[in-house]
């Protein structure tokens, strides 16, 4: 790829609309600051439950095309065109819910070598060289082992990466304090009854809370919410959307969050006690 912008992030995620849910507002916010902005995402969540009865026959493999459009017209509503699938369409597929005997095919990205899905992802990094990279604790952020494993695979890349021609310079763990968890979900329980929804999930239930102390950056992108809404609302087989809320298969309410947090894992630190900008202290480079 040639003539990139001086600003390059990349985003690893498992299935999708995890972008759109996590990121929307991070990723809608660099797209329009002219940053490039690549999405890998690791399967096309062949495996998730449909919310809407009039797409109910949708399964696998079908299933997973159709995702496929849906992420093509979340990227839209983000601004984001450079959004991939690890190793082309098809290569891995959703593993299902940690502990079911889906994670036993051989074809799911549970079962894959981590090295080997690595060399792909390495490959998008030495082209795009971002300075930039986003992905999930070693949790996955709540356990689902597509998401450890997209974890997994975005570190190892990285360091392969940086043996073969480019090191990124930070790399950042999707987070959420606590605090503003909690204030978020006792907001929701206030206006529940004005909602379509019945019932507020709980805190723990949001992937990535962490105490306080772990947030280092945090990207205000309320300038970017209905972009991020709009994407996650593209998104129609996992997500109901009700602004300033959504709902997925579970049918627990939660709150669309355009803040969004990070704990940076790899690199150094821009000057303040927090980054408001995940690029902060990065000389840029070509």
Not at 200 to 206: L, N, Q, T, W
Not at 242 to 258: D, G, M
Request: proline fraction near 6%.
């Amino acid at each position: 790829m040639t003539d990139l912008p001086s600003r390059r992030l990349l985003l690893v995620h498992a299935h999708p609309d995890d972008e759109s849910i996590n990121n929307g507002a991070t990723m809608a916010r660099y797209a329009a600051e002219g940053a490039h902005v690549t999405l890998v995402t690791c399967t096309l969540g062949e495996r998730g439950e449909v919310i809407p009865p009039e797409l109910a026959h949708l399964t696998g493999a079908a299933l997973g095309q159709h995702r496929r459009r849906e992420l093509a017209a979340a990227m839209a509503e983000l601004g984001v065109q450079d959004f991939r699938l690890l190793g082309g369409a098809g290569r891995y597929s959703d593993s299902g819910m940690m502990g079911l005997p889906d994670n036993d095919d051989p074809a799911c990205f549970w079962q894959a070598d981590v090295d080997e899905a690595a060399a792909h992802l390495a490959e998008v990094i030495r082209e795009v060289r971002p300075q930039v990279l986003v992905t999930y604790d070693d949790h996955g952020g709540y356990g689902h082992p597509d998401h450890i494993q997209a974890h997994r695979v975005a570190m190892r890349a990285a360091e392969l990466s940086a043996k073969t021609g480019w090191t990124i310079p930070k790399v950042y763990w999707n987070r959420v304090p606590r605090p503003v968890v909690e204030e978020s979900f006792a907001r929701l329980r206030e206006d529940l009854p004005g909602t379509p929804f019945s019932k507020a999930a709980e805190v723990d239930d949001v992937p990535g809370v962490v105490p306080e102390e772990r947030i280092t950056a945090v990207v205000d992108g309320t300038a970017h919410a209905a972009a991020k809404a709009a994407a996650m609302r593209a998104h129609a087989t996992q997500i109901t959307v009700a602004e300033p809320y959504f709902v997925l298969s579970n049918e627990l309410a939660q709150p669309i969050l355009t803040t969004e947090y990070y704990e940076l894992v790899r690199g150094e630190r821009g000057p303040g006690a927090r980054e408001t900008d995940l690029f902060a202290g990065i000389e840029e480079t070509s």
